[in-house]
């Protein structure tokens, strides 16, 4: 059973002392220390309460920075100053404001974003997504469900944004994992769980998606997309096939360039509002629920040909474990993607998957159009978009990969 949350989340009463190996780590500015680097003896990791703050010292005492502390995670530390922290909930604050000021500079053309993105921003554990006027959170850790700083992160984002409304989606499998009762996805605060948002509008009006925070669907947007949408309107032309195209993203960006745009998706309810979103943008475009691996097969050994194709699929590689097989099946996408290319046309090729670096990814394109005997210049080398930043200490926060080619015999 979990034990009971820590209430106050102000102050760091407790103390942990961890590893050489885990000093390393904070010395490289990585904010994670893993439970086997936690030590067990003189500060009993397992007398801290979950979620609480913790004052973090090295093997002989030398206090190293406050961090967060999951009792239930591999990942038992997660760092939020390399001082000391007086008032939580204050800090989470001014990392919010932060986060918003840092968007603003750097964020244009859109009313959707990330406005926190967990690590990135100093904020472990904590996800925003703004979809226009309604604002999504999402709570990864036993820290940030604390009730004092749920209170802070909701009252810093009305103030800052003043939302027509908030709603937590709940992902149940991290609830569990954090040993945190099961909660439903719900609206916070204020009236609206559902809008329309614009993504783009340098390209004529704009794209225009709905958002149901509440309906079925596990996630709103694939918002780290939002500017490889654009990249690949730039190049793309004549018959286009979007694989893998969810609720429409770069199906509906193409259709201003591309004479006829079919988007292919295994999800029916995704394949529904990819066509309440053409409908929205006055777009006709064909849906084909289907197994892209089976369609891209079936159309390639008919000799279909196509002038742009986007593939984007899930991450295959969940873990380092099954690196070999989701390279295979990478490739075996690619590989049907090349062959039903036309001369001149373009591949927009992506994968989310951490655990492929960009150089191994760009091996599978490699060795895919070695395979099919055809020559890939590499138009554009991608990654996720400026509000989902990267923060160079922490690779894990680097994992979209989006390579826009140029295919040619
Ligand atoms: N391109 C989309 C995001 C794709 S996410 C966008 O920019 O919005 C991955 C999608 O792959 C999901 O919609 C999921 O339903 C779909 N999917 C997963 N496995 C599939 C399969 N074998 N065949 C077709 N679609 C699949």
Redesign the pocket.
């Known amino acids: 059973m979990p034990k009971k949350h820590a209430v106050s989340a102000e102050l760091a009463e407790r103390s942990v002392q961890i590893s050489a190996r885990g000093v390393a780590r904070l010395q490289a500015r990585h904010p994670w220390v893993y439970r086997t680097d936690v030590a067990q003896s003189n500060v009993g990791a397992h007398d801290v309460p979950p979620g609480s703050l913790v004052r973090v010292l090295d093997q002989r005492g030398k206090f190293l920075g406050t961090a967060l502390y999951s009792s239930s995670s591999q990942i038992a530390i997660r760092m939020i100053s390399h001082g000391s922290v007086a008032d939580l909930p204050a800090l989470v604050a001014e990392r919010i404001r932060a986060a918003i000021a840092y968007r603003r500079e750097l964020v244009w053309n859109t009313d959707a974003y990330r406005i926190v993105f967990s690590e990135a921003d100093l904020l472990p554990g904590l996800i925003v997504d703004r979809y226009n006027d309604v604002l999504c959170l999402q709570v990864l850790t036993q820290a940030v469900d604390a009730v004092p700083v749920r209170e802070a992160v909701l009252q810093t984002l009305k103030e800052e944004l003043q939302p027509a409304g908030i709603v937590e989606r709940v992902d149940a499998r991290i609830r569990e994992l954090e040993q945190l009762p099961p909660l439903p996805s719900r609206l916070l605060c204020g009236e609206k769980s559902s809008t329309v948002f614009t993504m783009n509008s340098t390209m004529n009006s704009g794209v225009r998606f709905h958002y149901d925070g509440l309906e079925g669907q596990k996630t709103g947007?694939?918002l780290d997309?939002r500017e490889n949408y654009a990249a690949a309107a730039q190049y793309a032309h004549g018959e286009a096939l979007d694989a893998?195209?969810?609720?429409g993203?770069?199906a509906l960006h193409l259709a201003e360039k591309c004479s006829s745009v079919m988007g292919?998706?295994?999800?029916r309810p995704?394949l529904e509002m990819a066509e309440k979103n053409a409908t929205l943008n006055g777009r006709e475009m064909e849906w084909i629920e289907?197994?892209?691996?089976d369609l891209l097969r079936d159309y390639a050994d008919a000799g279909r040909r196509y002038d742009t194709v986007v593939l984007?699929?899930?991450a295959f590689a969940k873990s380092k474990s099954n690196l070999e097989t989701a390279l295979r099946g990478y490739k075996e996408l690619n590989l049907r993607a090349l062959k039903m290319l036309r001369p001149g046309g373009i591949l927009v090729s992506c994968c989310c998957s951490y655990h492929v670096s960009p150089a191994q990814y760009l091996n599978v394109l490699r060795i895919s159009a070695q395979d099919v005997h055809r020559n890939l210049r590499i138009v554009e080398n991608r990654g996720q978009a400026k509000d989902h930043p990267t923060l160079l200490n922490v690779p894990e926060t680097e994992y979209l990969k989006c390579i826009v080619a140029y295919v040619s015999n």
């Open positions: 947007a694939f997309q893998f195209c969810y609720q993203g770069f292919v998706d295994s999800s995704a289907a197994n892209a691996f984007d699929p899930p």
